[in-house]
Antibody, heavy 118, light 112 residues
Framework: QVTLKESGPGILQPSQTLSLTCTFS??????????VGWIRQPSGKGLEWLAN???????YYNPSLKNRLTISKDTSNNQAFLKITNVDTADTATYYC??????????WGPGTMVTVSS | QIMLTQQAESLWISPGERVSITCRAS???????????LSWYQQRPGQTTKALIY???VRTDGVPTRFIGSGSGTEFTLSIEHVQPEDFAIYYC?????????FGSGTKLEIK
């Protein structure tokens, strides 16, 4: 049974770095073809893809966030991470992690809400 | 980047009816393996986002057969036959052919 769960700080101030953790079970990120992605959704708005990391440590980022994103993984502890530097109010959103396989996100976490406010 | 357009922001239908949600891509989503990298997702309040369809027309495990994905090239459709009360939700398409991955803007299915 595949499950994913996101965790984050809940609230942080502008210019800080947002650190998110995705803890998953039911699969290994060392398995060929497996990946985890991060997606976010401001309240009442649509979905925005942020980044993917693959079993071979290949990484892809959304260029709209320029160089603010860093994705990483800890295979032995079944976790994936996302850091977003220099946050502002536009980064307020629910952040999701999801497994990616066969070219789609087959399982999603419930999401973690992040508010950027001074 | 590849743009996905879901023209309808909302669709109002009655339970039991059939509905089609369209998603248009700014370029073909066909890869050299013969598959289209277009998937569909359902969002319901209080529930995790659910994958319905991948490769344009393949239902994911456990998805009812009333959900049908079709289309090719740049035009794709998610059809729901005999809409059930639990199908009133927001539906998104996603392309994974090229990075950056992009979602459609979403279509909300509402009760008439």
């Amino acid at each position: 049974q595949v499950t994913l769960k996101e965790s984050g700080p809940g609230i942080l101030q502008p210019s800080q770095t947002l650190s998110l953790t995705c803890t998953f079970s039911g699969f290994s990120l060392s398995t060929y073809g497996m990946g985890v992605g991060w997606i976010r959704q401001p309240s009442g708005k649509g979905l925005e893809w942020l980044a993917n990391i693959w079993w071979d440590d290949d990484k892809y980022y959304n260029p709209s966030l320029k160089n603010r994103l860093t994705i990483s993984k800890d295979t032995s502890n079944n976790q994936a991470f996302l850091k977003i530097t220099n946050v502002d109010t536009a980064d307020t959103a629910t952040y999701y992690c999801a497994r990616i396989i066969l070219g789609y996100f087959d399982f999603w976490g419930p999401g973690t809400m992040v508010t950027v406010s001074s | 980047q590849i743009m996905l357009t879901q023209q309808a922001e909302s669709l109002w239908i009655s339970p039991g009816e059939r509905v089609s949600i369209t998603c248009r891509a700014s370029q073909s989503l066909l890869y050299t393996d013969g598959k289209h990298y277009l998937s569909w997702y359902q969002q319901r309040p209080g529930q995790t986002t659910k994958a319905l369809i991948y490769h344009a027309s393949v239902r994911t495990d456990g998805v009812p057969t009333r959900f049908i994905g079709s289309g090719s090239g740049t035009e794709f459709t998610l059809s729901i036959e005999h809409v059930q009360p639990e199908d009133f939700a927001i539906y998104y398409c996603l392309q994974t052919l090229k990075s950056p991955l992009t979602f459609g803007s979403g279509t909300k299915l509402e009760i008439k």
